[in-house]
Structure formats: structure tokens, C-alpha cells
């Protein structure tokens, strides 16, 4: 009796092991399904997440800032140029992120250095000028005074010159020089006045 109690649970256990092996089956089935969709869209949904990041705003003005950079600078040849671009165009879409997020990091790092280098080159220019317009004023006004004093000489010796003139004048009218010759009333002319006007030969 007992015996045959054992047999039929091991078959009720057996039965209900085949159920749940197909039941499991059946549910492993569409997720595998599933998996295997899944694995055969990331190639083209990474592609697309690469091109829309590689085509963006923020990396199109990244590539040209480094197609720039490479074509004047001289220590990289235009192969390295076109070998970093193919490199850089097939990066993973995480890591493309990534590097446009250091490229904004040092571009912002560029235009502050730019700005601070454009503000210390005004400042010095507009010291530069100041400081050759106050040379300037400074070799006006010497200038100025060397004229002054240059006047002031020139004032002082037509001052002389008028005076010894003036003095000459004086001693020859009390010698009695005329500018037309000699005369006067003095006492060696018995009061006679002549005149002595000089005459060509």
C-alpha cells in the first residue's frame, strides 16, 4: 500500500517536473527573442547616436577649430591631420561626449586667456600713447621756451643796437657831422654854417 502511494507521488512529481520545464521553455523563448532584437539594433542605433553627436552645432565648431589648428601648425603633416579626424569621427557616442566636453572645457580656457591678452595689449597701447603725448607737450613747451628766450634775446639786442645807434648819433651831432657833410655854427665857423657834399671824380 505504501508502495504504491510512493509510486503514483513520484509520477504526480515527475508530471508536474515536465510542466515546468515546458512552462519554462516556453517563457526563456521570447526572451531570447527579445536579446537577440536587441543585439542586432545597437550597431545602427549607436551609428545614429554618433552622426547626430558628430553633426551637431558644438562639434561642428570643434572639427573646424581643429582643421584650423592642424593646417598651420607645423608640427603636425596633413596625414596625422586626416588620421586624427578618421579617429576622431569613429568614437564611441560616449565618447565623443566626452571629448567636446574637454574641447569646450579648454576652448573657454583659450578665450579668457584671448580676452586677458586683448585687455593687457589695450592698456599697454593707451600707456604708450599717453606717455608719447606728454613727450610730446614736453618738447612743446621746451620749444615754447626756446622761442621765448630766443625772442627775448633778439628783443634785447635790438634794444642795444638801437641804443648805440642812438648814442653814435648823439656823439656826431655834438661833433658836428651832418648827414650832408660837416657843419654847424660853432666857434671855428665864425659862426658861418657850410655845407660840404662830396662829389664824384
Known sequence: MKIARLGSLVGVVALL?????????SA?????TAAARTAAASPASVDAQREQIWNSPAML???AWVQDYTSKSAKITPEEAK???AELEQLSPVQMKLWLLKFDEQDEKRQ????????????NLAQAQAANQNTQRAYSAIDSEES???QAEQSQL????????????DKQNEMGYAPYGFGGYGPMN???HYHVYPYPY
Open 190 to 192: 665864425n659862426g658861418i
Open 83 to 85: 588620421t586624427y579626424m
Open 112 to 123: 579668457q586667456q584671448q580676452a586677458f591678452f586683448q585687455q593687457a595689449h589695450a592698456a
Open 158 to 169: 635790438n634794444t642795444r643796437e638801437n641804443a648805440e645807434l642812438n648814442n653814435g648819433l
Open 61 to 63: 565648431r570643434a572639427r
Open 17 to 25: 517536473a515536465c510542466c515546468a520545464a515546458a512552462l519554462s521553455g
Open 148 to 150: 621765448q628766450s630766443a
Open 28 to 32: 526563456q523563448a521570447p526572451a531570447a
